[in-house]
């Protein structure tokens, strides 16, 4: 069965899956988007995934093709047309066309969505924990889900080269904001720690583990300096596609152990536990706000 995509009011199949050459998104990166996970063909926090989708474009002065509503009604269309499995929906705006100048848009901007099976993270050792470099690369627009990757792509190509597996960003203070495509948490003397500013972008995974941390441990809203890191017990990513993820090392210092921790564990079981009490809300028609 092929995999049906939406492009500008059309259902279509991969290979009809075209954008204009004089897009903005394509010649200026002028571009925003959002990725909601999908479990066994239920969408997880889709309102919220499209309330970010709406700001993002918002901030950066695009205006929306159609309503939100709309699209959140093709979201749904598009996942009758595709198999009900675990899988992304990638929502992507575009400046639309541009004008001669190759700079000014010229015209709607344009819907995309696109619909793929998920790539797992795969296990890196038996603790299922990678390994990250820092770097003083930096998006553009941190609180804006910009499909300008640029930084990202560079910061992954040097962590692979030295056998790494991701990076985070750092400022000019050496504070640690975020992952490239995902929120970093710490746990040092028992707070968890993790940055909270218009500095990153803020994952609707990275809120669902704040809410379930409340009332389990302390936590405190500020970037980590690196010079703390070798007094933290435990690191964490977390993202649509990671999850909770444990992290092991930072540059050439490993955290706690080298393995997951106990804390990073039990959030992860929280999270499984919560997504089951999600799904099971869903089918009883019960919204999940976080």
Known sequence: MDVVHYVNGKLVNEKETVINIFDLGLIRAYAVFDYVRLYNGK????????????????????IL?????????????????????????????????????????????????LFHPLKSLPNYNDSNSIKVITTKLSRIFPDVKSTNYTSAILALKEAYIKNYDDALYINDKNEI????????FFFKNKTLITADSSDI??????KVVLKLAEGNFPIEFRPLNISEIE???????????????SVSMIDDKIIGNG?????????????NKYLEKYFFD??????TTI
Do not use: W, Y
């Open 43 to 62: 969408f997880f926090h889709l309102n919220d995934h499209l309330e970010r989708l709406q700001n993002s474009a918002h901030k950066m002065k695009i």
């Open 231 to 245: 007094n933290c017990e435990e690191a964490f990513l977390t993202a649509s596609n990671k999850q909770i993820l």
């Open 282 to 287: 869903v089918k009883q028609n019960i919204k």
């Open 201 to 206: 972008l803020k994952g609707i995974t990275r």
């Open 65 to 113: 093709p159609i309503s939100i509503n709309d699209i959140h009604d093709i979201a749904h269309l598009l996942l009758e047309k595709n198999p009900q499995i675990d899988a992304g929906m990638r929502f992507i705006i575009t400046g639309g066309l541009v004008q001669s100048d190759l700079i000014s848009p010229s015209s709607i901007s344009s819907l995309i969505i």
């Open 259 to 271: 393995l997951a921790g106990e804390n990073t564990k039990k959030l992860q079981f929280m999270f």
């Open 177 to 184: 904001l975020e992952g490239t495509t995902s929120n970093i």
